[in-house]
T-cell receptor
């Protein structure tokens, strides 16, 4: 069974600080996704990482993928309040197209 | 395109009643997924379809749950009979190749 684990589960950080969210998964996959969910809302796609060593950046967020270590990171640079949300990583199996989600990291940025 | 459309947005029903959730995927997408989100279990993949054919329903919790996709533009998730533990947000998502796009979800409350 595929396991996708994120840490930390909860993150409270001050504006202007940097932090990294980690996503580990238990089986072979070359497709990893990061989503954002605001309270009571749907999931919004942030990044799609399709190969080992892939790095994507959008604003204050940067995602990377190491398929050999089965690890993805989401790095937050100089956090601002608008980044407060829950962030999910998701892994797609190499043998199919189903997406399995991590536990989510609830991020709160404090002014 | 209007994105993935789910209905109803909210549903409150009594235990034992039949509940039907509806989903219209994005036109041209060949994969459709049903997820359930709860605080305790996070995002669970219930079932997914490829070209209207159910591929993997191993996530469907019990025989009370069933899903259909009669054509490329419509899918239903039915719970009969419903139970309080079915209370959750149910998301439908569709994809073509890499990224899955999510609907706004249906918040189901079974009392």
């Amino acid at each position: 069974e595929l396991k996708v684990e994120q840490n930390p589960l909860f993150l409270s950080m001050q504006e202007g600080k940097n932090y990294t969210i980690y996503c580990n998964y238990s089986t072979t996959s070359d497709r990893l996704y990061w989503y954002r969910q605001d309270p009571g809302k749907s999931l919004e796609s942030l990044f799609v990482l399709l190969s080992n060593g892939a790095v994507k950046q959008e604003g204050r967020l940067m995602a990377s993928l190491d398929t050999k270590a089965r690890l993805s990171t989401l790095h937050i640079t100089a956090a601002v309040h608008d980044l407060s949300a829950t962030y999910f990583c998701a892994v797609a199996l190499s043998t199919g197209n189903q997406f399995y989600f991590g536990t989510g990291t609830s991020l709160t940025v404090i002014p | 395109d209007a994105g993935v459309i789910q209905s109803p947005r909210h549903e409150v029903t009594e235990m034992g009643q039949e509940v039907t959730l509806r989903c219209k995927p994005i036109s041209g997408h060949d994969y459709l997924f049903w997820y359930r989100q709860t605080m305790m279990r996070g995002l669970e993949l219930l079932i997914y379809f490829n070209n209207n054919v159910p591929i993997d329903d191993s996530g469907m919790p019990e025989d009370r749950f069933s899903a259909k996709m009669p054509n490329a533009s419509f899918s239903t998730l039915k719970i009969q009979p419903s139970e309080p533990r079915d209370s959750a947000v149910y998301f439908c998502a569709s994809s073509y190749s890499a990224v899955a796009f999510f609907g706004q979800g249906t918040r189901l409350t079974v009392v």
